[in-house]
C-alpha cells in the first residue's frame, strides 16, 4: 500500500469514527480530534494515540475528583 493510500484509509476511520460518535451523541474532544489528525497522518502510532487520550482522561477524571 502506498502511503498515499494509508493517508486515505486512515483518513476514512477518522470520519468513520467521528459519525459513528455523533450517532451515538458521544462528544469528541478538540484534543482527540488533534491526536486523530496526528495519527491520520502517520505522526502518531495506534498505540501512541490511544496511550495520549487515555492518559487525557486520566487527567480530567482526576481533576473532577478532586473537586467533589
Do not use: C, F
Not at 19 to 38: F, M, R, W
Request: aromatic share 2%; no cysteine; hydrophobic share 45%.
Amino acid at each position: 500500500m502506498t502511503e498515499m493510500q494509508q493517508l486515505n484509509r486512515r483518513i476514512a476511520a477518522v470520519k468513520t469514527a467521528d459519525a459513528i460518535n455523533a450517532i451515538e451523541g458521544a462528544p469528541v474532544t478538540d484534543y482527540a480530534k488533534q491526536l486523530s489528525a496526528k495519527w491520520a497522518r502517520g505522526e502518531l502510532t495506534d498505540e501512541q494515540a490511544m496511550d495520549a487520550l487515555l492518559a487525557h482522561h486520566k487527567r480530567l477524571a482526576e481533576q473532577v475528583r478532586s473537586r467533589a
